[in-house]
């Protein structure tokens, strides 16, 4: 059965960082789109940052602030963020499109880690 895993959250002071990693484990074949995704209380799911074949991608709010990164020898996704704000609160979620073994192209979705930036 094929999962994402994922760490790294927590609390931290405003200007702190903090470093999200999601890992795929089961079977696959090839990963595709890795990406992060964040939820607030009150507000739609929005996208934060991706890497597709054609680049990395960040949402204007994290940009300058925030990296994502692969291992794909390990098919692990990583998101730094460094000088967190508070309305970078929220639950942040791993997605992935893989490749599985059955040769079913598929998304997933990790179960999500929470980020709160509070004094």
């Known amino acids: 059965q094929v999962q994402l895993v994922e760490s790294g959250g927590g609390l931290v002071q405003p200007g702190g960082s903090l470093r999200l990693s999601c890992a795929v484990s089961g079977s696959i074949l090839r990963t595709y789109t890795m990406g992060w995704y964040r939820q607030a209380p009150g507000k739609q799911r929005e996208l934060v940052a991706n890497i597709t074949r054609g680049g990395t991608n960040y949402a204007d709010s994290v940009k300058g602030r925030f990296t994502i990164s692969t291992d794909n020898g390990k098919n692990t996704v990583y998101l730094q963020m460094n000088s967190l704000k508070p309305e970078d609160t929220a639950v942040y979620y791993c997605?992935?499109?893989?490749?599985?073994?059955?040769?079913?192209?598929?998304?997933?979705w990790g179960q999500g880690t929470q980020v709160t930036v509070s004094s």
């Open positions: 997605r992935a499109t893989l490749l599985r073994r059955d040769s079913v192209i598929q998304p997933y």
